[in-house]
Structures are given as structure tokens and as C-alpha cells.
T-cell receptor, first 114, second 116 residues
Framework: AQSVTQPDIHITVSEGASLELRCNYSYGATPYLFWYVQSPGQGLQLLLKYFSGDTLVQGIKGFEAEFKRSQSSFNLRKPSVHWSDAAEYFC????????????FGAGTILRVKS | EAGVTQFPSHSVIEKGQTVTLRCDPI?????LYWYRRVMGKEIKFLLH????????ESGMPNNRFLAERTGGTYSTLKVQPAELEDSGVYFC??????????????FGPGTRLTVL
């Protein structure tokens, strides 16, 4: 069965430190990959997406993610975290053979220490 | 441009009661999706409308859930009768094009449903 794994439920980093949130997926072919963020009281906001081409994709708010086919991973990174980045982050996958829907990971809650 | 809106933001009901959630997609978006997140779990797909037609309802948990999208604009999701396990956050999303090769699903803030 298809699945998306975010192994870290919570992560705490200091403001200004670098960040990496992990995401692994299990699909036969290369799916379309997304990272969303949800701040308190807000909807899910798309940070970035990967469809094809350059495996390092840039998103909004200074985030980037790298697709690694050999590891079935799509990890999200940011070189310097700001206090406003505290939120919950979701990795999601779309694979056409599984229908026109997104399959999400369980989410990672990011806390930022000042 | 207004985003996806959902009403109410919170709902607390007792087991056996009925609740109706509403979603207003972005104007002009033919595709509307419902998702649900049960506490601590992943967000799961419920169903997909294309205009007023149900394209895929494979994620609907059981026949206590009824989704409608009359006129192809806003959508409602009714739970009748509600059970404890229906508690969670219900998200709505919309997109302009049916496939994701050129499009993105835009999400609303969600409705938090608590069944006591």
C-alpha cells in the first residue's frame, strides 16, 4: 500500500539554526511531491512541489527540498529558521495510479527556541 | 482573491446528533476535495467533486457521511448520526484543473469537529 512517512513527530530548533524535516514515500514510480505548512488557525499552505526536472526545488519563505530517488525521500530544509516558522509541516504525495488525491504524512510539529 | 473558506471553524456535538460542514472553494475552481485528519494521524482523502459530480468518493468512511455540491459551487458534508470516532479536523481544498501536473490544491483552514 502507498504510504508517506514523516519519522519526526516533533522537532525543536533554535532560532537561526538550520532545519531539515524528513519525508519518505513508498511508490513504484516517481510521484509528485509536496510540502505544506499549517500555522495555528490557518489552512494548509503550499511551500513547494516537485514534479520533474531539477531535484532541488525552491519554495516560499526560504525553504527548499531535495528529491532523492534512490532513497525515496523528499526532505525539506531551511538554512536559518525564524521564530515565525513554528508550525506543523506535512509532506504529501500524488501518484496518478492511485487516483486524483493527495496522500499525506502524519506531520511534523516544529518548535523554535529563541 | 479570497481563499477557500470553511464554516464553522469549530463544532462540538453529542453522539447521535447531526452536523453539517460547509466549504466555499476559490471562485472558478471546478475541483473540490474533502479531507479529514483524526487526532495525531495523517490527513486522509474523503472525496473529490468535479463541479457538482462526485469524481471519487473512495475515502468516505461509511454511509453516515453525505457530501453534496449543488450547482457546482459550495459543498456541504453532513455527518448523521455522528459517532465519537468522527472527531477530527475536516479540510476542504479546491483546484482549477483536475490533474496535479499543472495545478495545486488550495486548502481551507479546516473545521474542528468534536463529538462527545
Amino acid at each position: 500500500a502507498q504510504s508517506v512517512t514523516q519519522p519526526d513527530i516533533h522537532i525543536t530548533v533554535s532560532e537561526g539554526a538550520s532545519l531539515e524535516l524528513r519525508c519518505n514515500y513508498s511508490y513504484g514510480a516517481t510521484p509528485y511531491l509536496f510540502w505544506y505548512v499549517q500555522s495555528p488557525g490557518q489552512g494548509l499552505q503550499l511551500l513547494l512541489k516537485y514534479f520533474s526536472g531539477d531535484t532541488l526545488v525552491q519554495g516560499i519563505k526560504g525553504f527548499e527540498a531535495e528529491f532523492k530517488r534512490s532513497q525515496s525521500s523528499f526532505n525539506l530544509r531551511k538554512p536559518s529558521v525564524h521564530w515565525s516558522d513554528a508550525a506543523e509541516y506535512f509532506c504529501a504525495v500524488y501518484a496518478m495510479e492511485y487516483g486524483n488525491k493527495l496522500v499525506f504524512g502524519a506531520g511534523t510539529i516544529l518548535r523554535v527556541k529563541s | 482573491e479570497a481563499g477557500v473558506t470553511q464554516f464553522p471553524s469549530h463544532s462540538v456535538i453529542e453522539k447521535g446528533q447531526t452536523v453539517t460542514l460547509r466549504c466555499d472553494p476559490i471562485s472558478g475552481h471546478d475541483n473540490l476535495y474533502w479531507y479529514r485528519r483524526v487526532m495525531g494521524k495523517e490527513i486522509k482523502f474523503l472525496l473529490h467533486f468535479v463541479k457538482e459530480s462526485k469524481q471519487d468518493e473512495s475515502g468516505m468512511p461509511n454511509n453516515r457521511f453525505l457530501a453534496e455540491r449543488t450547482g457546482g459551487t459550495y459543498s456541504t458534508l453532513k455527518v448523521q448520526p455522528a459517532e465519537l470516532e468522527d472527531s477530527g479536523v475536516y479540510f476542504c481544498a479546491s483546484s482549477l484543473l483536475p490533474g496535479l501536473n499543472t495545478d495545486t490544491q488550495y486548502f481551507g483552514p479546516g473545521t474542528r469537529l468534536t463529538v462527545l
